[in-house]
């Protein structure tokens, strides 16, 4: 016996409580499961309003898990691609540019562990922390080595 078709509230409701969605992200995967008639904006609007579906929350989801392992220009992309924009995007940027180095010092230490000893280990080091998108003066500063390791 088949299960019954969703409604495209149930689906939405759903996705929202396996984890955060932003309004864009949640509009597309709705998308695939409207019928004629359907108004995916309207329900959007609803979820919006009884705080179903919320941009802030989702922000703050996507970055916390994806701060550890990422510079600032990568999380700010993935949030820019999923339609957040604006003030909120300045806020979170401000608030990960404070953190950036000492994150890049910790992927770096988990990564590789110890300071390169020649050229070509410093730019295998540099290329991966400008691919994970930390800036080159967060990377530069990584690559040094944890401050506390010129105590030991």
Sequence with gaps: MPAPQLSLKGRALRYLSLREHSRLELGRKLARYAEEGDDIEALLDFLEKNNWLSQERFAESLVNRKASRFGNSRVMAEL?????SGDALADIKAGLSESETARAREVWQRKFGRVALDAAERAKQMRFLLQRGFSQRAARTAMQG???????
Excluded: M
Aim: hydrophobic content about 15%.
């Design 80 to 84: 820019q691609s999923h339609g957040v």
């Design 146 to 152: 944890s401050p506390d390791e010129d105590e030991l």
